[in-house]
């Protein structure tokens, strides 16, 4: 039984690390930019003066929400979407392999191609 017990722990410890080393999914309109916080809600992405919608939801490279105010005024490597208005919705901060990364593919529709 002795045996047993680390063998169970070495496979549990085993299967919690992969399921650790996970690639987020960003949605397929997400775009990817240089951002700046100004003063919030108002921001730059690459040098444009835009602003964040009152629900915007911000994850740090560790998949966690973080608030505005806590990325200071340092440039970002981020992937963002908007909403109808243009306001930035959301915002994924991006690793240095995810920036290295290709940006998500964009889906076009058969009617844009014409």
Do not use: C
Not at 6 to 11: E, S
Not at 81 to 106: F, M, Y
């Amino acid at each position: 039984m002795r045996f047993y017990r680390p063998l169970i722990l070495l496979v549990l410890t085993l299967t919690t690390l992969s399921a650790l080393a996970f690639e987020r999914p960003f949605p397929n309109n997400a775009r990817r930019a240089s951002l700046v916080i100004t003063d919030y809600p108002q921001v730059q992405v690459d040098g444009k003066a835009t602003r964040l919608t009152n629900g915007a939801r911000i994850w740090s490279t560790d998949n966690l929400t973080v608030i505005p105010n806590a990325l200071g005024r340092s440039a970002h490597i981020v992937n963002y979407t908007t909403d109808i208005d243009g306001a930035i919705d959301r915002v994924w901060l991006l690793s240095a392999a995810e920036a290295a990364a290709p940006p998500p593919a964009k889906i076009t529709s058969p009617h844009q191609n014409q």
